[in-house]
């Protein structure tokens, strides 16, 4: 089947870098690149926290995945007045991550260790050497088991907390659903189309996603997904967007 894509609505912030690729195929393919996120974080109180009864100084470590699980742990921090010690040892799942800390933290005082390959099994080595340590992982309400089942694994001793999550960031009345391609990033945001838009009806417009949980509620949800990343071939979701635009694009001068 071939689409007509002249407007792409990404359901994530816009990029800050002007550099982003998301504008050089807006450019090459000549399309307009909308960005409008369909979820939002959100920070747990620190009276949400309190009640899943953990103490932040029991931990020898603590384990990021992402840069907004700092963000919200250090909050935390600061509303329940913790200060880390400068024992604390901090295990990141890419450099970007642990560079983030220094937000935070004294970057060159601290024990802090990364993964290289941007996934947690790229600790081992680092997870092999502290296995005595008291692991605290800062989570989404909604996540992958990918971490989990590794530490199960390792049979690291850790805990998982919950310190923020993903809530819809509904469409204001009288916004419309004017887009040729959707893009997708989360489950959450498959839901807010569905609840913003019940009578949704997906006919030419192109849908592609970013992670198999996301790929999996497009499916259930009855829709087709015509783009979904990440491939062997297409690690980025605009590596995968941009084979399709290309594939799409060919189709067309074939039928013209």
């Given at each position: 089947?071939?689409?007509?894509?002249?407007?792409?609505?990404?359901?994530?912030?816009?990029p800050q870098s002007e550099k982003s690729p998301y504008y050089d195929i807006a450019e090459k393919y000549d399309v307009k690149m909308v960005f409008r996120p369909f979820f939002k974080v959100e920070g747990v109180t620190a009276k949400e926290f309190r009640q899943q009864r953990i103490n932040i100084l029991d931990f020898t470590a603590i384990i990021f995945t992402a840069k907004t699980a700092i963000d919200h742990f250090f909050r935390l921090c600061e509303e329940l007045r913790v200060v880390m010690p400068e024992t604390m040892k901090y295990?990141?799942?890419?450099?970007?991550?642990?560079?983030y800390l220094q937000k935070y933290i004294v970057y060159r005082k601290r024990k802090i260790f990364f993964s290289s390959t941007g996934k947690i099994g790229g600790l081992?080595?680092?997870?092999?050497?502290?296995?005595?340590?008291?692991?605290?992982?800062?989570?989404?309400?909604?996540?992958?088991?990918?971490?989990?089942?590794?530490?199960?694994?390792?049979?690291?001793?850790?805990?998982?907390?919950?310190?923020?999550?993903?809530?819809?960031?509904?469409?204001?009345e009288g916004e419309e659903l004017d887009y040729d391609m959707i893009v997708f990033f989360t489950p959450v945001g498959v839901q807010t189309l569905l609840n913003n838009f019940p009578n949704f009806e997906q006919g030419e417009i192109a849908i592609?996603?970013?992670?198999?949980?996301?790929?999996?509620?497009?499916?259930?949800?009855?829709?087709r997904l015509d783009c979904e990343a990440p491939q062997p071939e297409y690690p980025s979701m605009t590596g995968a967007l941009e084979a399709f635009l290309k594939e799409n694009k060919k189709k067309k001068h074939a039928v013209g």
């Amino acid at each position: 089947m071939t689409l007509k894509i002249k407007k792409i609505l990404i359901s994530q912030p816009q990029p800050q870098s002007e550099k982003s690729p998301y504008y050089d195929i807006a450019e090459k393919y000549d399309v307009k690149m909308v960005f409008r996120p369909f979820f939002k974080v959100e920070g747990v109180t620190a009276k949400e926290f309190r009640q899943q009864r953990i103490n932040i100084l029991d931990f020898t470590a603590i384990i990021f995945t992402a840069k907004t699980a700092i963000d919200h742990f250090f909050r935390l921090c600061e509303e329940l007045r913790v200060v880390m010690p400068e024992t604390m040892k901090y295990f990141c799942t890419s450099e970007s991550v642990a560079l983030y800390l220094q937000k935070y933290i004294v970057y060159r005082k601290r024990k802090i260790f990364f993964s290289s390959t941007g996934k947690i099994g790229g600790l081992t080595p680092n997870f092999t050497k502290h296995s005595k340590e008291k692991y605290l992982v800062p989570v989404s309400d909604v996540h992958t088991d990918e971490v989990g089942n590794f530490l199960d694994e390792k049979k690291i001793n850790y805990t998982k907390s919950v310190m923020y999550r993903t809530v819809s960031n509904d469409f204001e009345e009288g916004e419309e659903l004017d887009y040729d391609m959707i893009v997708f990033f989360t489950p959450v945001g498959v839901q807010t189309l569905l609840n913003n838009f019940p009578n949704f009806e997906q006919g030419e417009i192109a849908i592609g996603c970013f992670g198999q949980a996301t790929a999996k509620a497009i499916v259930d949800a009855g829709l087709r997904l015509d783009c979904e990343a990440p491939q062997p071939e297409y690690p980025s979701m605009t590596g995968a967007l941009e084979a399709f635009l290309k594939e799409n694009k060919k189709k067309k001068h074939a039928v013209g």
